[in-house]
Nanobody, 122 residues
Framework: QVQLVESGGGLVQAGGSLRLSCAAS????????MGWFRQAPGKERDFVAAISWSAGSTYYTDSVKGRFTISRGDAMNTMYLQMNSLKPEDTAVYYCAADLVGGRRSSEYKYWGQGTQVTVSS
C-alpha cells in the first residue's frame, strides 16, 4: 500500500523557518516526480514546488522562489521543503504528492499525503 506521510508543520512567527518532510513507502519512488502543494481555508489546492525523479530539476511557484527549497533524500523515498522567511500568507495545509510524471497541477499526481498544518503568525 502506497503511503505518503508529511511532518514538520507547526506555528512559527513571520520571518521564521520550518522544514517539512515527506516519507514515502509502499513502492520505490526513485523514479517518481514529487511535489508540494498547499491549501488555505476556503481556497483551492495550489502548487508550491516540485522535483524530478532524478532530483536534477526543481520548480517553484513565483511567490516562494528564493525562500523555499525542495530536495530529496539520498534514498529518494523522502522529500523535503525548507521554508525560510515565512510570511503569514504562507499559512496553509501543506501536502506532498508523487507521480510518475508530476507537474504543476494537482490533477497530475496520483499519490497524496494527509497534509501538515503550517501557521505563520504576524
Amino acid at each position: 500500500q502506497v503511503q505518503l506521510v508529511e511532518s514538520g508543520g507547526g506555528l512559527v512567527q513571520a520571518g521564521g523557518s520550518l522544514r517539512l518532510s515527506c516519507a514515502a513507502s509502499g513502492r520505490t519512488f526513485s523514479s517518481y516526480a514529487m511535489g508540494w502543494f498547499r491549501q488555505a481555508p476556503g481556497k483551492e489546492r495550489d502548487f508550491v514546488a516540485a522535483i524530478s525523479w532524478s532530483a536534477g530539476s526543481t520548480y517553484y511557484t513565483d511567490s516562494v522562489k528564493g525562500r523555499f527549497t525542495i530536495s530529496r533524500g539520498d534514498a529518494m523515498n523522502t522529500m523535503y521543503l525548507q521554508m525560510n522567511s515565512l510570511k503569514p500568507e504562507d499559512t496553509a495545509v501543506y501536502y506532498c504528492a508523487a507521480d510518475l510524471v508530476g507537474g504543476r497541477r494537482s490533477s497530475e499526481y496520483k499519490y497524496w499525503g494527509q497534509g501538515t498544518q503550517v501557521t505563520v503568525s504576524s
